[in-house]
């Protein structure tokens, strides 16, 4: 059998920040393929199945919120919460989820958006059972009788128009048209008449070879006539004496200067001959018709769009009821104003009273941005409502009032507390500096604590504050008033 279960719990007190697991120091069950981190607070599932977990915290307070959260969250995405408006209370949940990839992991987180004090005065503050639920399959039933075919529902309406199709393929090419016959060449021109031979211009460029004419090459023009050879000049005589020896080769002189060029000779006599005439160029031949291209074939035609259906008719309104609205009843009639009675003789007037005169200070904490009081430290009130004393003063930057004068003065004093930040009870004095110390206090973490005191000043001046008799930090309520003193004159 490899069924699982677990049961933790916790047996400290302490306090869990927002988004951090609550941590269970002590395994009280385990079997089947479960684990606990009790570092961590995380359990891991190493078996498909269907899990319960059923949880539960006792909280003492958390300064600041207006609810307490707590939620079964694993790695597969499941976010189970269970909360509560009373902050010093036992937050209960219950969870059921479904594991069909393992491992899968789960924790109880604390979803409040301030910390949580876990309550200092039960032996276990937390708790958390996971069991698996068994799924068993039944025998499969027999087969129910096949029921009646239902009547036909109504026609559904019109369809919105589908969106307009892709462009089809291309179609294939159509065959080439038949090529077209030759036409006739055309009959040669008329030979034009020879003009002038002009001034033979200079030699130009080269230009680019042109296309090979089409046609008969025209007759070679005639020879021009050879130009006459111009006459050979006198041979000089051949000098006399036999050639002398050889002398010795004399020493290098220094290389001589270039001489200067010669200047160039005459050009030969004699006429150079005309050029001959350039033959005639034969006639270019007509170039012949260009035969007929195919035509194109027709397009095809698109086909026609389908016809809408026509709307449904709207069905008839339905009758309004015909019944009238019964008449309003009749007024009552107003009954006769009685007679007015004689006045009655005037009183003996009473002797004078004692003069006397209740003189006091109210003062209130009302800022929004005030949220807590630190242990130890005065409540800084910040808006007097009333002074009707010359000898009653309030200083608000130090939470002091100062008596200015003898007598018997009697206090009452509230202030809204919205939790604490540690193990302690909310607590609050008046405390004078003539040694009085005043408690009270209350082991309800958010809600109203109500005190009272009743002093003697003997000597003046003396002073007084409302101050937070715990150490721990208190959280003011987020009422718009947040604490109230009044102090006044007992003394006739």
């Not at 033959?279 to 027709?298: E, I, L, M, N, Q």
């Not at 006769?336 to 004692?354: F, I, Q, R």
């Not at 100062?402 to 004093?413: A, D, E, K, L, R």
Request: aromatic share 4%; no cysteine; glycine share 20%.
């Amino acid at each position: 059998m490899d069924s699982i279960a677990l049961q933790l719990t916790r047996q400290v007190g302490g306090v869990v920040n927002p988004n951090e697991n609550v941590i269970f120091e002590t395994l009280v069950t385990s079997f089947g393929p479960v684990s606990y981190n009790p570092l961590t607070g995380v359990i891991t599932i190493n078996k498909p199945g269907r899990y319960f977990i059923n949880w539960w915290v006792a909280t003492q307070s958390s300064i600041g919120s207006s609810f307490i959260a707590f939620s079964i969250m694993t790695s597969q995405g499941d976010n189970l919460p269970g909360e509560s408006p009373i902050k010093t209370d036992e937050v209960v949940g219950f969870a059921m989820i479904q594991a069909d990839v393992v491992p899968v992991t789960l924790s109880l987180v604390n979803q409040t958006p301030n910390p949580v004090t876990f309550s200092a005065t039960v032996t276990t503050s937390a708790s958390l059972v996971l069991g698996e639920i068994a799924e068993e399959t039944g025998i499969t039933g027999p087969t129910g009788a096949t029921g009646t075919t239902g009547d036909t529902g109504p026609t559904g309406a019109m369809g919105a128009t589908g969106s307009t199709g892709g462009t089809g393929p291309t179609g294939a090419t159509g065959v080439t048209g038949a090529t077209g016959s030759t036409g006739e060449t055309g009959p040669t021109g008329p030979t034009g008449t020879t003009g002038a031979t002009g001034v033979t211009g200079p030699a130009g460029d080269t230009g680019a070879t042109g296309l090979t004419g089409i046609g008969d090459t025209g007759p070679t023009g005639a020879t021009g006539v050879t130009g006459a050879t111009g006459d050979t000049g006198a041979t000089g005589p051949t000098g006399i004496g036999d050639t002398g020896p050889t002398g010795a080769t004399g020493v290098a002189g220094p290389t001589g200067s270039t001489g200067e060029t010669g200047a160039t000779g005459p050009t030969g006599i004699g006429d150079t001959g005309p050029t001959g005439a350039t033959g005639f160029t034969g006639p270019t031949g007509s170039t012949g018709d260009t035969g007929p291209t195919g035509s194109t074939g027709d397009t095809g035609t698109t086909g026609p769009t389908g016809i809408t259906g026509a709307t449904g008719v709207t069905g008839a309104t339905g009758v309004t009821g015909m019944g009238d609205t019964g008449p309003t009843g009749a007024t009552g009639f107003t009954g006769a104003t009685g007679s007015t009675g004689d006045t009655g003789a005037t009183g003996v007037t009473g002797a004078t009273g004692a003069s006397t005169q209740l003189r006091g200070l109210q003062i209130q904490l009302q800022s929004p941005t005030t949220t807590i009081v630190a242990g130890e430290s005065p409540v800084l009130f910040d808006t007097v409502i009333s002074n009707q004393s010359p000898f009653i003063s309030y200083d608000a930057l130090t939470g002091t009032v100062t008596i200015s004068q003898p007598g018997v003065f009697y206090i009452s004093w509230w202030v809204g507390v919205d939790g604490v930040d540690g193990a302690d009870f909310p607590a609050f004095a008046v405390e004078t500096s003539t040694g009085d110390r005043i408690v009270a206090r209350s082991p309800i973490m958010t809600g109203q604590i109500v005190g009272d005191a009743l002093i003697e000043v003997v000597a003046s001046p003396a002073t007084l504050q409302l101050v937070n008799a715990i150490t721990s930090t208190i959280g003011y309520s987020t009422l718009d008033e947040k604490a109230n003193l009044t102090i006044f004159n007992v003394t006739l």
